[in-house]
């Protein structure tokens, strides 16, 4: 196999790990306003304190994903690096602002015992929480689907442009995806009243999600599909159904695997779309940037191997060990009031 199919692979497998990691945390955010939402206003802080608690301890170590993809495809597929980041500038900006916003949120919010300045960055969580999700389920459908690329490798559209149905489309699903994605963690990391409403969420949302990322799916699918990619959005489809049977069962485990597997199918599933292509053009296909045209030299390639075969299983090994280290259950009841 050759290094730029390699590199191509351990790229997906990156977003993969962002987007199935990252994607709960999201979901949390997401949920701060409904799962938060208790009898008065002592027992909605315990409750919003508790579910920022279940990622208190991860959501950093999940942004280290997104920042080694980034430098993945910056290195291996630097045409790929520069038509994306200076075509998607906008989203890309907008996500970055969401989540240093989301970020300050989690830092500043028990600074002061003041209900309104808690309020005000709990509104900041959610928000850095909602626009991430939306803009990348857009950017990553759109990538998919094709853009507007010239002869140059040049993005010739705009925000508009990518606010396509489509991209839309993909834009919901993930939001209602690391929606359910998110109350199943809730689930499975606590226990009390919070723990059975986190588990009648997921399976609402669930429902609306498998519908979105059916179509989501098929849309794609239908444009560029071949057999393994239509294995990948099967497998996505099954694990999703499996998930919210097992949630339905009071099996949070065997739920959020579900969901977890889902997600990482449906990844597969867009890079078995885009391949041997990683920004196919809407105007020629003749213009799309590929895995040949977009790569670095053999050399650079053969340098990062060696690097990401040293460092990626230490990597692996503490965040391992950090979920291992936080694996219980927590309650209200273990929240000062």
Not at 49 to 70: C, H, K
Not at 74 to 98: D, E, H, K
Not at 153 to 165: A, I, K, V
Not at 200 to 211: C, N
Request: net charge positive.
């Amino acid at each position: 196999m050759e290094l730029t199919t390699v590199w191509f692979i351990l790229i997906a497998v990156l977003w993969t790990g962002y987007l199935t990691l990252e994607g709960f945390d999201f979901g949390v955010g997401m949920l701060l306003p409904v799962l938060g939402r208790g009898a008065d206003a002592v027992d909605t802080e315990r409750r919003r304190r508790l579910l920022l608690n279940t990622i208190g301890p991860v959501w950093d170590g999940n942004e280290v994903w997104l920042l080694t993809a980034g430098g993945a495809t910056f290195a291996a597929f630097p045409n790929w690096y520069a038509t994306l980041f200076s075509g998607f500038y906008l989203p890309l900006l907008l996500i970055l602002v969401a989540l240093i916003v989301r970020n300050l949120g989690f830092e500043y919010r028990h600074k002061r015992d003041d209900r309104s300045w808690k309020r005000r960055w709990d509104a900041a969580i959610i928000a850095g929480s909602v626009l991430p999700a939306l803009l990348w389920g857009v950017a990553l459908t759109n990538i998919v689907h094709g853009v507007p690329i010239d002869s140059s490798q040049e993005y010739t559209g705009n925000l508009f442009t990518l606010l396509n149905p489509v991209g839309l489309l993909g834009g919901l699903t993930f939001v209602a995806v690391f929606l359910t994605h998110g109350a199943l963690f809730v689930a499975l990391k606590t226990d009390g009243p919070i723990r059975a409403d986190a588990r009648r969420l997921a399976t609402r949302t669930g429902v609306v999600a498998a519908v979105l990322a059916l179509a989501l799916l098929a849309t794609l699918g239908a444009q560029r599909g071949g057999a393994l990619s239509w294995v990948a959005s099967g497998l996505a489809a099954l694990a999703l159904v499996g998930g919210l049977a097992a949630n339905r069962q009071a099996r949070e485990g065997w739920a959020f695997t579900g969901t977890f597997v889902a997600i990482a199918a449906t990844v597969a599933a867009f890079f078995l779309l885009l391949f041997p292509d990683v920004m196919p053009s809407s105007l020629d296909p003749a213009w799309s940037l590929t895995v040949t045209n977009a790569s670095s030299t053999a050399y650079t390639l053969k340098v990062m191997t060696v690097v990401a075969a040293i460092f990626t299983p230490l990597v692996l090994a503490y965040q391992s060990w950090s979920y291992w280290v936080f694996r219980r259950r927590i309650t209200v009841a273990q929240i000062p009031a």
